[in-house]
């Protein structure tokens, strides 16, 4: 069962930032937060994962709160190719490990409209 | 980013044929693979782990003698639906992990299958 919960579906306008909460209460120490994005009919895409400091590439940021329950991937500036379903996933950084597989939920549905 | 390529990314077939499905890392070495399958409207479900040079390790549910999985080299692993039927329908996904790397996974672009 996916470690994570997120919101079903969210609505962003054009250009703003997009803002995409994750609820990861049960996560471990050894943990990392993932998040994938897929695109109607395509394989998931990596974005950008983290441990407890936040992290940033030319894609999004990563915020973790303090106790890492809970984490926020945002898109500073979302288009409409942004519309996608979007993962949250917790695992070890080792897929040799049990807990190292990739295990998705529902994701959070991001429409961007203009 | 390493590539990952699926082949063929849609087939239809008919009922009580069997179906080959290929995943290859194209610019690097995966020592394993992971083989989901995604049913319309819902999330990606992991089928089982594909490990270079040995047995598949099948999730919980998904029948090993329905779902071949082959994984012959570091580049290449294959899953063959057999004997399919109209339910095997569906979007099939591949992942494969770099082996100096046992953190990162990358995705192929999917096979979506059709039983007629």
């Known amino acids: 069962d996916a470690k994570t919960t997120q919101p079903t579906s969210m609505d962003c306008a054009e250009g703003r930032a997009a803002n995409l909460p994750c609820n990861h209460s049960?996560?471990?120490?050894?943990?990392?937060v993932y998040w994938y994005r897929q695109i109607h009919s395509q394989g998931p895409q990596y974005i950008i994962h983290?441990?407890?400091n936040n992290e940033t590439n030319e894609m999004a940021s990563l915020i973790i709160t303090e106790d890492r329950k809970s984490s926020t991937l945002i898109l500073p500036h979302a288009t409409l190719r942004d519309t996608a379903v979007y993962y949250c996933i917790v695992r070890v950084p080792n897929f040799y490990n049990q807990g190292g597989k990739l295990i998705f939920g529902q994701g959070t549905e991001l429409s961007v409209k203009p | 980013g390493a590539v990952v390529s699926q082949h063929p990314s849609w087939v239809i077939c008919k009922s009580g044929t069997s179906v080959k499905i290929e995943c290859r890392s194209l610019?690097?070495?995966?020592?394993?693979m992971f083989w989901y399958r995604q049913f319309p409207k819902q999330s990606l479900m992991l089928m089982a782990t594909s490990n270079e040079g040995s047995k598949a390790t099948y999730e919980q549910g998904v029948e090993k003698d329905k779902f071949l999985i082959n994984h012959a080299s570091l580049t290449l692993s294959t899953l063959t639906v057999t004997s399919a039927h109209p339910e095997d329908s569906s979007f099939y996904i591949c992942?494969?992990?770099?082996?100096?790397?046992?953190?990162?996974?990358?995705f192929g672009e999917g096979s979506r299958l059709t039983v007629l």
């Open positions: 983290g441990l407890k």
């Open positions: 992942s494969a992990g770099l082996a100096e790397n046992t953190g990162e996974l990358f």
């Open positions: 610019d690097f070495q995966a020592t394993t």
């Open positions: 049960t996560i471990s120490g050894n943990e990392y």
